[in-house]
């Protein structure tokens, strides 16, 4: 067995992934097509956590009852730890990604104080299980952040080429986490944060497997789409008045767009402490070798099941 089937093979999805990766429809377009369909398939699967996050947020806007003896802010905090207790017990996430979600509790969490400190949000209901006027339910957000990362990761293999050298990647992030912070006192550099970034990553591209054949993109790029999901996710939690930013206080408004690029520098935090886990790995040899088939002209539908 490969070293990317050993990974693949330790939660429940691994069966199901393989029985879809191992069905073969007809070459040309629907090959093309069943590929695209995986694609969503695995990164719903990959975002379950979040889902189901963004799921408890409004059905407890429109429907918790408003004089429960259980604040809706408590309850959301049990129910975000039982979903992620299940996770782990029905072996749907990996000890790894378990560990991952725990940094970013306490990355989120302390980034959550001190804005929440500085009026930079808040969260407007009550509530007994909190740090402060941050409720515990909040650390969860940033880990279903983390857990997307962490399990797609997984889920389509990824490998980058070429990857910068530490430290630079680590002394990056920590730098953007410092200007989150620092920038309500000191000019704001995230300019230059974002020139770094783009310096440091330019030549970068992100392998994935979703099928048979690798694909790729540029990782700046792959880092956007994901900036775009969690702002339009935001956009959701906001309506549902699990925390308001001070525009939105007398009435729901859309989050500014301007949020994005404030995200774009989360999402590469957030990146950087799941490859502290994973690893940033190249391809190897039988992975180049199949990319280089899957892009020549002469090439031929795969008709043998690979990862």
């Known amino acids: 067995m490969s070293a990317s089937e050993t990974i693949r093979d330790h939660t429940r999805f691994a069966r199901v992934r393989q029985r879809l990766e191992e069905y073969t429809p007809a070459p040309g377009w629907p090959a093309w097509l069943y590929e695209f369909a995986l694609i969503g398939f695995k990164q719903g699967w990959a975002c379950l956590f979040g889902v189901l996050m963004l799921a408890l947020l409004l059905t407890t806007h429109l429907f ?60 407007p209901e009550p509530s007994l299980l909190r740090i402060g006027d941050v409720p515990l339910f909040s650390g969860f957000m940033y880990a279903a952040v983390g857990s997307y990362i962490a399990r797609v990761w997984r889920i389509c293999d990824f490998r980058f080429e070429p990857y910068p050298k530490a430290p630079w990647p680590q002394l990056l992030a920590v730098a953007i986490y410092v200007n989150f912070f620092a920038h309500h006192w000191l000019p704001d ?55 308001t930013y001070p525009d939105q206080t007398e009435a729901w408004s859309p989050v500014s767009p301007a949020k994005l690029g404030a995200w774009y520098l989360l999402m590469y935090i957030s990146f950087v402490l799941v490859a502290a886990v994973h690893g940033p790995r190249a391809r190897d040899a039988a992975q180049s070798k199949l990319y280089a088939s899957s892009t020549s002209p002469q090439r031929r539908p795969a008709t043998t099941s690979g990862t």
């Not at 979703?210 to 702002?231: D, E, N, S, T, Y």
């Open 189 to 243: 550099v995230r300019l230059a944060l974002f020139a770094l970034l783009g310096l440091l990553f330019w030549r970068t591209r992100i392998y994935f497997t979703v099928w048979r054949k690798p694909r790729w993109m540029p990782l700046l790029l792959g880092w956007f789409l994901v900036a775009l999901f969690i702002w339009f996710a935001e956009n959701l939690g906001t309506f549902a008045r699990a925390w």
């Open 64 to 123: 918790y009852p408003a004089n429960a003896a259980l604040a809706r802010y408590d309850f959301l905090t049990l129910a975000a730890l039982a979903i992620q207790l299940a996770m782990l017990g029905f072996r749907l996430e990996t000890l790894n990604e378990a560990k991952v979600i725990c940094a970013f509790h306490v990355v989120g969490t302390v980034m959550e104080l001190f804005k929440t400190s500085a009026g930079s949000w808040l969260y």
